[in-house]
């Protein structure tokens, strides 16, 4: 009988903690992924049921070049008709702008400014022209500074690059007119390096949120609780954001990670479930907190068929 009522009590738990964090949820798309869904319609079919299944509201469709094309010019008739399918669907979508393939990470640099304001130019551009209900409601950016090779070097002078870009960017937004959220992918650890930039001295998460409209905190920890946590590592920031009056959405890592702390990789879905559950328990009170975003979307299939029990 003890037996028994341990297995129910385990069951319990786990049914729990199965859908235990109700925030809102974003996902990071990146090239393949988003380029499959907006070309073909039985990926966006399998897209949209996966990211109902899971509780999904924000999409963060990658929107710029890949694979020696950039669909958001050749192919945007493409990409009108699948944002208009998920906001009749009743998902946000923001363009992500950042990639790997194209080395993005070198935007900050003076010499490649240009290519950043083309990059999110052609986000306003077909925005401009696209109808209501086909424009993307916001901007992710994807330009991490620390990449770069000179990075130990010439921190300093990157993460000024890094602001000076941002403030670039969003000019253009205002200047546009247009109404869309833009911020910026936005390591945890930048709230530990103070940095004079335009006369005021703060650190560099607090200079990214009086640029931005919103961040989401790469905050990649396997939990929650405890010094070197999710909560912990966020909090800093999550205040700072409430006392500006901006959002902070929570990103996790269920990707492989040669630092295990770092991913949910190695945990089960009730572990991943449970953490952010604690996380938004932490944070609910705060007007500032925006939810959670999962690393990715490719990846979060591929650790879910892989955690999950087969029947």
Known sequence: ???????????????????????????????????????????????????????????????????????????????RQFIRRLHQEGFSVYALLGSAFLHTEAYVLPEKRADAVAMFRRVLDYNALAGAEERFDGVN???????????????MQL?????????????????SGQTLQVGPALPFWFDGITLQWHGVTQTVAEHTLDIYDYAALMDYRDHALGRD?????????????????????????????????VSFDHLAEADLERELALAENAFKDNEAFAGFAIHHFRGYQQWLERVRPSH
């Not at 109700?22 to 966006?44: F, K, L, N």
């Not at 949209?48 to 929107?63: D, G, K, N, S």
């Not at 000024?160 to 870009?165: K, R």
Request: aromatic share 8%; charged share 20%.
């Open 229 to 261: 946590g999710i909560v912990s590592h966020a909090t800093d920031t999550m205040e700072f954001a409430r006392r500006r009056h901006k959002r902070l959405v929570i990103g996790v890592e269920v990707t492989p990670n040669d630092i295990q702390k």
């Open 1 to 79: 009988m003890k037996v028994t009522l341990m297995i129910l009590a385990a069951l319990m738990v786990t049914a729990g903690s199965a859908c235990a964090a109700t925030a809102d949820r974003a996902i990071w798309t990146w090239e393949d992924a988003s380029y499959a869904m907006v070309q073909e319609r039985p990926a966006a079919d399998a897209a949209i049921a996966f990211l109902h299944q899971q509780h999904i509201r924000t999409v963060y469709l990658y929107a710029d070049a890949f694979d020696h094309r950039n669909l958001i010019i050749t192919g945007a008739a493409a990409y």
């Open 159 to 175: 993460l000024g690059q890094f602001l000076d870009l941002g403030e670039a960017l969003m000019a253009l937004k205002r200047s």
């Open 141 to 155: 950016l994807d330009i991490e500074p620390h990449i770069l090779d000179q990075w130990d070097s010439q921190k």
